[in-house]
């Protein structure tokens, strides 16, 4: 098992990647014309990415020793968002050649692993309740509301699958975005298990205190 050291370290560089890895993609695009930075920041990918960064970073802070259900809820959705953004990415988006691709190796597929891993080595120190879990959904159904009527406004959809001049209509964009949901909701039955079985694990292995 790692020390508390090399979690605070990892969790450190880890969110200091995400954080370089955006900052730099933004400043490469201010430097261009026609740039939005409106539309960047309207991408879940960068949406994803910094919650994983404020989450790591306050992870650093407090280190693997004792927190509270509401801590490891929120690192919990931290990870379904991350696994949601590097899935999405392989399976529609890879195909994209991204403008700069050490940056977009970091954000879709790096900090996704290191989140679950993050979730496996240092697992929740509760039980969550599926009950629970399943408000991870909330951030997504918001994102996918601000995303249609943001983009019925300025005409500009950050993915192809929720633009219904491109995905068919919005009856296609609905169902692309059921079929993401259900495919959340996967994440957050394995997410949900993978934590509280972990978590048993370990807490059997630990020493009883004096």
Not at 4 to 21: C, D, E, F, H, N
Not at 142 to 149: D, E, P
Request: positive net charge; glycine residues 10%; hydrophobic residues 50%.
């Amino acid at each position: 098992m790692l020390t508390a050291s090399a979690i605070r370290t990892y969790r450190t560089v880890g969110a200091l990647a995400i954080l370089t890895a955006i900052f730099y993609q933004l400043g490469h695009g201010l430097e261009g014309g026609g740039w939005s930075t409106a539309d960047y920041f309207s991408y879940f990918t960068i949406l994803s990415n910094l919650f994983a960064a404020g989450i790591l970073l306050a992870g650093a802070l407090r280190g693997p020793g004792p927190r509270s259900r509401t801590a490891d809820l929120l690192r919990g959705a931290a990870v379904m968002y991350m696994l949601t953004t590097g899935i999405v990415y392989a399976v529609l988006l890879s195909g994209h050649k991204p403008s700069t691709p050490w940056a977009n190796t970091v954000v879709h597929k790096i900090m996704p692993l290191v989140m679950i891993a993050d979730w496996l080595l240092d697992p929740p120190r509760t039980q969550l309740p599926l009950r629970s879990t399943l408000s991870w959904l909330s951030f997504p159904l918001l994102y996918i509301a601000y995303t249609l009527i943001r983009g019925a406004i300025v005409n500009w959809y950050p993915y192809f699958f929720v633009n219904p001049h491109r995905a068919g209509g919005y009856l296609a964009v609905t169902a692309g975005c059921l079929a993401i949901g259900l495919g959340m909701i996967g994440l957050i039955l394995l997410i949900t298990w993978a934590g509280n079985r972990r978590g048993q694990t370990l807490a059997v292995s630990r020493p009883a205190a004096a």
